[in-house]
């Protein structure tokens, strides 16, 4: 079952609190998006270790719930 953007929002909302975020449906299918996550917890860490922030948020839904992130971390 495809995860709807606003339960993608609170996932990442709940493991990193003061993050910035914009979420796109790429297909209109619940299974595509691309987020984009601005965060001052990513400052002095790698693009990778800000990544796995973001799909760590994700509890394990990244492959069987959201087929697709294109993800792109900013620090502020």
């Known amino acids: 079952m495809p995860i709807s953007q606003k339960q993608l929002e609170k996932l990442i909302?709940?493991?990193?609190p003061d993050c910035k975020i914009i979420i796109n449906d790429l297909k209109g299918d619940g299974d595509h998006y691309s987020a984009t996550v601005i965060?001052?917890?990513f400052v002095g860490k790698?693009?990778?270790?800000?990544?796995?922030?973001?799909?760590?948020?994700?509890?394990?839904?990244?492959?069987s719930e959201l087929h697709a992130l294109m993800l792109k971390t900013k620090s502020e």
Do not use: F
């Open 13 to 16: 909302k709940e493991s990193i």
């Open 46 to 63: 790698t693009r990778v270790e800000q990544h796995k922030m973001v799909y760590d948020a994700l509890k394990g839904g990244m492959g």
């Open 39 to 41: 965060s001052k917890t």
